[in-house]
């Protein structure tokens, strides 16, 4: 069970430490994603519409990648610029909660609505993919990049620790990003079982399909599956695995871009409705989320065109609410990073 939280915060936000007092006890966990709007300056100001305004910020750099969102495709789906939707779509805080019972997570934002001067804005509650697989019939990862974790600390590193370019007191922090879609099972259906799995790539058993829909082996090497796998499919498009053609049909060579992705499923009245996408990176623009989405999955001219499982003109996945906030290293706020809640 996982629950997205956002909140409007009136005079500052506090931290208990240096640990975290009885009363902050709650089965679960709490990851806290703090947005441009928390940060005095024009990243902040920008977001500001009449009673949403600024009402305070930290004296200190803005994290470099809290932009005003700029993510190919979403005007076509959503109608709104890039501006509306940030302003409409942000908060303060974001508060990513996980936990093993659906009543952890209810304890928790409980909790977290008795915060003096707060506003809770919205909830967003999900849950794990029953069986593994999601609504549209597909096993779906909750976690990746465990492998370069114990090859190539140093690599996995780069991909999610902020470095070089950030304000020495946001180095070691991650961005997180997340992202609601939501489904459109009808015209999901009306696409033949074998065209779905050329669509994402792979089977509905896990393998890999090639262009045709045929299963890939089990062996084949990570280089060949490059080259089998149909070029538009949303697993080639967002891991092109080190090969990939231009407009032109040339072969390019791709930047190695990499996040650490978690997804879970979002049901209303017993029906899965979406996906609540969260990943996390070291840059959002160029080694992350919105470098993949636009230069990627929305490129017309990546690999044959854009992917079909996420391109708007397909309707099978229906963008919604985004957040972009930055996790910082504990090092860089006052005491631990744990919320000073009231008792239940």
Not at 120 to 141: H, P, Q, V
Not at 162 to 179: I, K, M, N, S
Not at 279 to 294: D, L, V
Request: glycine share 10%; net charge neutral.
């Amino acid at each position: 069970m996982a629950a997205l939280a956002e909140l409007n915060t009136s005079h500052g936000f506090a931290f208990a430490g240096p640990h975290a007092p009885a009363n902050c006890s709650r089965e679960g966990t709490l990851l806290v994603g703090f947005t441009a709007r928390f940060f005095k300056g024009e990243a902040s100001s920008s977001r500001d519409t009449g009673s949403r305004s600024t009402r305070f910020g930290l004296e200190i750099a803005v994290p470099r990648c809290l932009k005003v969102p700029q993510i190919r495709g979403d005007s076509i789906s959503t109608g709104r610029s890039a501006l509306d939707a940030a302003r409409e779509d942000e908060a303060d805080l974001i508060l990513l909660l996980e936990a093993d019972r659906e009543a952890s997570c209810e304890n928790w934002l409980r909790s977290l609505a008795m915060l003096p001067q707060t506003e809770l804005r919205f909830t967003i509650a999900s849950c794990s993919f029953r069986s593994g697989a999601n609504a549209l019939g597909y096993k779906e990862g909750l976690s990746n990049l465990q492998d370069v974790r114990r090859q190539d600390p140093e690599r996995y590193r780069s991909y999610l620790l902020a470095g070089a370019g950030e304000d020495p007191l946001h180095q070691g922090g991650t961005y997180l990003v997340v992202r609601q879609y939501g489904y459109d099972l009808q015209r999901w259906s009306e696409q033949a079982p074998g065209k779905r799995d050329i669509i994402v790539g792979r089977s509905v058993s896990g393998q890999f399909v090639d262009s045709a829909g045929e299963e890939i082996p089990p062996s084949t090497p990570e280089a060949e599956l490059a080259s089998r796998i149909a070029a538009c499919s949303h697993i080639r498009q967002v891991n092109p695995r080190g090969f990939a053609r231009t407009q032109f049909g040339d072969a390019v060579r791709p930047p190695d871009v990499r996040i650490l992705r978690r997804s879970s499923e979002i049901w209303q009245d017993g029906t899965p409705t979406g996906i609540l996408f969260a990943c996390f990176q070291s840059n959002i623009q160029h080694r992350g989320f919105e470098y993949i989405n636009n230069n990627w999955i929305m490129a017309s001219g990546f690999n044959s065109g854009r992917d079909l499982l996420l391109d708007p003109s397909n309707g099978f996945l229906r963008p919604g609410r985004t957040c972009y906030s930055f996790v910082p290293p504990s090092r860089s706020i006052p005491g631990d990073s744990f919320l000073s809640l009231p008792s239940r």
